[in-house]
């Protein structure tokens, strides 16, 4: 079993930055692929950014390529999403997210169903 407990939400205007963090428990979080997801109000949950649990390869939406980056650090069990450049369509709950074993390539990591647990969410919101 593996909790999830995100942080560093905010109110930010836009074009500012913010770093969101979600800390793992257990032993075994070097083992897990980690992803960030979004839900605006009224929407889907959106795939964000994924990392791989090497730290080796990384998959954006490309509404977020060139502003957002994923990160992780295995001591401490911690994944990093630093979001530079908010806008005001960032505005939603991100939610952190672990497992997703067998997954391999974009189309995989971008789908809910594939990972296995998820944080409560943590609320950002860009003014503009």
């Known amino acids: 079993q593996v909790q999830l407990v995100e942080s560093g939400g905010g109110l930010v205007q836009a074009g500012g930055s913010l770093r969101l963090s979600c800390a793992a428990s257990?032993?075994?979080?070097?083992?897990?692929?980690m992803g960030w997801f979004r839900q605006a109000p009224g929407k889907e949950r959106e795939f964000v950014a994924a990392?791989?649990?090497?730290?080796?390869?990384?998959y954006y939406v490309d509404s977020v390529k060139g502003r957002f980056t994923i990160s992780r650090d295995n001591s401490p069990n911690t994944v990093y999403l630093q979001m530079n450049s908010l806008k005001p369509e960032d505005t939603a709950v991100y939610y952190c997210?672990?497992?997703?074993?067998?997954?391999?390539?974009?189309?995989?990591?971008?789908?809910?169903?594939?990972?296995?647990?998820w944080g409560q969410g943590t609320q950002v919101t860009v003014s503009s």
């Open positions: 257990g032993r075994t979080f070097r083992r897990y692929d």
């Open positions: 997210a672990a497992g997703a074993y067998y997954c391999s390539d974009y189309e995989c990591y971008s789908r809910a169903g594939p990972w296995n647990y």
């Open positions: 990392v791989t649990a090497s730290g080796a390869n990384t």
